[in-house]
């Protein structure tokens, strides 16, 4: 099926690639999958994973460690007919135009990884193995308390004894598992084994552009504990004109959130942390950063300037209707892919934004100030929101916003600095000035 071009890569020709996940029970396979599906989504790149627990709790909900072991014939069955039915639906979903399925399962054995090789790569599907190894018993043991002991899998029972059974299904596991090309006989495949969360990588025969994005994301991606703060610049002269783009200075409440953010920020990071500031490299950004302690270190990015209005630039809304009806409409048609005349769309912005997650994902404490556009962006990243509402996540000025990401999820915190400033957001159809009030239930 004849696939869009969307600006990153990803063609009619372009290959279909099936990313099969392996490793024992709590490496983080989930969570690597999530991650890689949230990102290629975001990309616009048709991403879907397939999770064979989901399957196999259909016929096994609750299952103890025994039903995998490798001598349960029953167990060995039903887990086997899941595997089955996970990769008939993903054949499925890529007849339909799929372009990168995820395969979640332990797929720990020799036998297994032959069998998923030959289903899927029969149908002309690019197969690369990803494998997370590692051997840190506190650490699995503290991923088996986070995530395993509330899954599905245990519900309604005590978590200790959730906890112990898990980990004797995990040594069910270790008695079959080998990983992968340790014999030396997986020499042919591509993958990318992940030892002890990114301390070593091992990288074989990756092929094209898209599979290599992939493991580049893949091998930044770390789990130490760390938040990213948004924040929008302070308000500025043009917001209070209602004229958007521009490069213009703070207004006089502008500069009192500059003034303010330090405080604010100290009491949402703390004191002792270290702390990164990106802005962009626009006037109003740089001035709302200018207070932050010097100890910082602050950076300006150029892919963190606000989407480029073109035509449109410093502008009212009432003036871009007057003057282009047809644009007008047209945008608020479809916002996520209309790009104005001589400048951007949201699309565009995702697509030089991808270098400031990559980074974002391999760093640790980060505070953004940028647009309402950028952080629209960077916020539906982390907040997994589709690309219809995205452009119209309301933003206050005004307020930080603390992403902490979680095993499965963000978490998300809103502090308002309680300094007046104009609304900037627009509804549908609107050419207010100031739309007031802006709707509850975005950022
Ligand atoms: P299962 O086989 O039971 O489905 P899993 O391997 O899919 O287990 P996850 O459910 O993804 O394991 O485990 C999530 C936990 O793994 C999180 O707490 C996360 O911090 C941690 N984690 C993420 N990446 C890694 C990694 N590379 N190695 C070890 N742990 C990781
Ligand atoms: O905990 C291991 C697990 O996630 C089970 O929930 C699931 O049944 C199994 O892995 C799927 O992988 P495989 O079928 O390869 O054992």
Redo the contacts with the bound molecule.
Sequence with gaps: MPRKTNGVGVQAEDAQICVVMVGL?ARGKSYIAQKAQRYLRWLSIPARTFN??NY?RTDAPQPTADFFDMNNAEGERK?RA??EAAVADMLQWFKSGGVVGILD????TKE?RQWVMDTISKEGIEVIFVESKCDDEALIMGNIRDVKTTSP?YKGQDPETAALDFRN?IRNYEKIYKSINEDGDENDYTYLKVMDVGKQVIINRIQDYLQSRIVYYLINLHIRPRSVWLSRHGESMLNLEGRIGGDAALSYRGEEYARKLPDLVRQSVGDDRPLTVWTSTLKRTIATARHLPKHYNQLQWKALDELDAGVCDGLTYQEIKDRYPDDFAARDDDKYNYRYRGGESYRDVVIRLEPIIMELERSEDILIISHQAVIRCIYAYFMQKDQEDSPWLPVPLHTLIKLTPRAYGTDEEKTSANIKAVSTWRGKGSTAKHEDPVPEGGI
């Design positions: 029970p064979v627990g196999r887990r899941a595997a399962a332990t797929n720990s297994r899998d299904r």
